[in-house]
Structure formats: structure tokens, C-alpha cells
């Protein structure tokens, strides 16, 4: 295939993945206002609330509520999508042992994205919340409202469920030769600093939260060095079948040739 050929491959799948990001945002907001979608989010916050409810200060807030929930869903949505384009577009230049590495880890993308958001919803959210109403002065009085906090909830779901892909990511640039497991070894000073800042760009702006991000993608960074150590295992193993294979193919053409030359 020549390479406008794959640009315009490549072109086409992202107009489906755009699209199903409509498709997906359309029927979030749907869901979002019909069903009671929103006190489910705001469970973990009741309890600091005192008896009270998240206030809004703009007559657009519930709306604009609603959209960016409906497109966060969209997201969600799109992302089965998504990942089977990038599927489709990478599987021909890979070998069959790769691809079936591939798609694994495709179905693990899956995976990861929602145990990294569960975590940070059933987990992170509680704790932060538990840390930072501990230090309301008593002179202080306490107004939150929805808009703030939505933001950093998705902003601390999402951004779990995205840095939850690294070993993926990690593991199909290892398939595709973009990194080696030594290389990975080699820049793991430089690796910690990234995931600090990573933390720091993808949580709300706290230390605590931060922190929190930081130690599970500080394993997670060490799984995908063990996941890329195991394709090159693998890459080797299978080309080495296949010299093999190929000089037994060899051997026996020559014997063949031998014997009939006798």
C-alpha cells in the first residue's frame, strides 16, 4: 500500500472514532437526562456536605453539567472503537505472533481503563475528599459546587483510566519496535520524573493526589519493562523458528539437487 493510501486510511478511521464520539456523547446526554445519573457521581461527596447539596451559581450550570458528562460518556463510548481501528491499521505490518500479542493487549486497554477509573472513583476520591475537608478552618464556611467538583472528579477518573494504559502502550511500541525493554531500564530516572508530572497534569492540582497517581503508574512502568521484555522473547523465539525452518527447506532442496545430479 502506498503511503497516501495509508494516510487516507488512516483519515477514514478517525472520521469513525470522531463519529462515534458524537454518536456516544448524544446518547450520554440522553441517559444523563432521564435517568438520576448525577447523584450516583456525587455520592462520595455527601457525606462532607452536611445534610446540604452541591450548589450551582449560573442558571447554564445544570446544562453545561449534563453536556460535559454526556461527552466524558462519549469517550467511554468511543473508546471499544477507537481501539479497534488502531487495531485494523497496525495488524498487516505485524506477525502472527505479534498480532495475537496485540489484540491481547487491546482487551487489556479495556481493562485497565476501568480498573484505573474504579480506583480512583472508589478509592483516590474518598481518601482526597476525607484529606482535604480536615482542613476547613473554622472560620470558613463551606460552599461547594457542582461545577468544581465535577471537574475534579473527571479530571481524576479519566486521568486514572488513561495513565492505567501505559503497560499497553508500553507493550505495542515494544511490538513495533519503537522500544526495547533495555531502553526502558535505561530511562527509568528519567521515566520517574514523567510520571510525577504526568500525576501532576492529569489529577487535580494537590500533592495528595498527585502522589496517589504517581505510585501505581511507578508499578505499572515496571510491568510494562517486564511486557516488553516477554515480546522480545517471543519475536526471537518465532524468528528462529522460522530460520529454521527455512534452512531445512534448504537442506532438502540441496539433497534433492545432490541426488539427482548422482
Do not use: C
Not at 10 to 27: A, D, E, K, P, Y
Not at 210 to 231: G, H, K
Amino acid at each position: 500500500m502506498l503511503p497516501l493510501e495509508h494516510l487516507e486510511e488512516l483519515r477514514q478511521r478517525i472520521f469513525w472514532v470522531l463519529g462515534t464520539l458524537v454518536v456516544g456523547s448524544v446518547i450520554g446526554f440522553v441517559l444523563i437526562t432521564r435517568f438520576d445519573i448525577l447523584a450516583l457521581l456525587i455520592r462520595p461527596i455527601q457525606p462532607f456536605l452536611n445534610g446540604g447539596k452541591l450548589k450551582y451559581l449560573s442558571p447554564a450550570d445544570p446544562f453545561m453539567v449534563a453536556l460535559r458528562l454526556s461527552i466524558a460518556a462519549g469517550v467511554v463510548i468511543a473508546l471499544p472503537v477507537a481501539l479497534y481501528h488502531l487495531w485494523a491499521f497496525i495488524s498487516p505490518i505485524l506477525l502472527p505472533s505479534e498480532r495475537k500479542t496485540v489484540l491481547s493487549a487491546l482487551y487489556l486497554a479495556g481493562f485497565l481503563f476501568l480498573a484505573g477509573a474504579a480506583l480512583a472513583y472508589l478509592g483516590v476520591l474518598p481518601i482526597t475528599l476525607q484529606f482535604f475537608t480536615k482542613f476547613e478552618p473554622g472560620s470558613l464556611e463551606q460552599n461547594l459546587t457542582i461545577d468544581k467538583f465535577l471537574s475534579y472528579l473527571m479530571k481524576l477518573v479519566l486521568g486514572f483510566g488513561v495513565a492505567f494504559e501505559t503497560p499497553v502502550v508500553m507493550l505495542i511500541l515494544g511490538v513495533l519496535g519503537i522500544v526495547t525493554s533495555e531502553m526502558l531500564v535505561r530511562v527509568r530516572r528519567f521515566a520517574i520524573v514523567i510520571i510525577f508530572v504526568v500525576g501532576a497534569a492529569l489529577t487535580p492540582p494537590d500533592v495528595f493526589s498527585q502522589t496517589l497517581m504517581a505510585v501505581p503508574l511507578l508499578i505499572l512502568y515496571e510491568v510494562s519493562i517486564w511486557l516488553v521484555r516477554w515480546t522480545e522473547r517471543r519475536r526471537e523465539a518465532a524468528l528462529k523458528e522460522d530460520g529454521e525452518g527455512e534452512g531445512g527447506v534448504g537442506d532438502e532442496v540441496e539433497a534433492g539437487g545432490q541426488e539427482g545430479t548422482a
